[in-house]
């Protein structure tokens, strides 16, 4: 594998060693897994090969984004982990509609529009990245509303290796029905002003 390996990311593309095996080895759950290679894709085609492969000689695959899921689910069990830490691009902004690459984070997307937002409201957001966001459809915090609401379009590479182009229906399925390697957000106006208020309360019934 690691002729493949350095046939498609380059020398500096993928990672064997101890360090880099135990850093992916778990996320913020501290579930502990196997790693067998680290990998740093850095566009489609180089993710498309790599699955295609990993097809034909049936290697378990994982990707994984800033690690701030805390029930394991993207833990490796003697895996290949695909990392997008690599691939954390805002490519492109029309009127509201922005597209970027799963490894971008939330808190870089957020800082990086003065007029316009993604209102979650979560405790991780410098690590947590969009790719991840949409895979677990993460719900927000105070409104009724989950990432679905603000995926327009999610390009990904299923399991034959195929480029699939799906509408929100896409999210929360956590990897399940492919890699994915693109996401047009449709973003909302950044308010001028945000607050909150906290109260105490030392019974229920004060509520």
Sequence with gaps: ??????????????????VDKTIFSTDASMVKGKVKYVVFPTDTRQIHQFVLYARRNKYDMVCRGGGSNLVGSCNPQDSVVLSFSKMNAILERKDQFVIVEPGVSFEKLN??????????????????????????????VHLHKKMQHYVHELEMIDGSGKLQTLKNEGCGFEGTLGIITRITLKLENRPQQTSYTIFNFLELEEL
């Design 1 to 18: 594998m690691t002729h493949f390996l350095e046939s498609v990311f380059g020398s500096d593309g993928f990672s064997e060693s101890v």
């Design 111 to 140: 800082t990086s529009f003065k007029d316009l937002w993604l209102p979650l409201i979560f405790f991780k957001s410098q690590i947590t990245t969009l790719g991840g966001l949409v895979s677990r459809n993460t719900p927000h």
